[in-house]
């Protein structure tokens, strides 16, 4: 779930970032619009920023490798027969 979270934030924040990358270069061949471009370019920096936090986070969170092990299926199922019977119950409810 986190690591769709961050792809939908670093897609979101790439977009936003050049956005703000043609407004300020748009804006840097009109006179006295330094002070915008500086506001630009801090957002632009935030949005980097935010990505790198939701990219870490997704790291941290990522689930390890696979590694299979033989399993008896009897005792797999029986350890969800508690959960799948109260879900049985709702259903018919």
């Known amino acids: 779930m986190i690591r769709m979270i961050a792809h939908e934030v670093n897609n979101t924040t790439a977009g ?35 990505s790198r936090f939701i990219t870490n986070f997704a790291d941290v969170v990522r689930i390890s490798d696979l590694r299979l092990q033989p399993q008896s299926v009897n005792e797999r199922v029986l350890s969800c027969k508690r959960i799948m019977e109260t879900m049985c119950k709702e259903r018919q409810v």
Do not use: H, P, W, Y
């Open 16 to 50: 936003i970032t050049s956005t703000l990358d043609t407004l300020d270069e748009t804006l840097k061949e009109v006179m006295g619009m330094e002070n915008v471009s500086e506001v630009l370019q801090i957002a632009i920096e935030r949005c980097f920023r935010m």
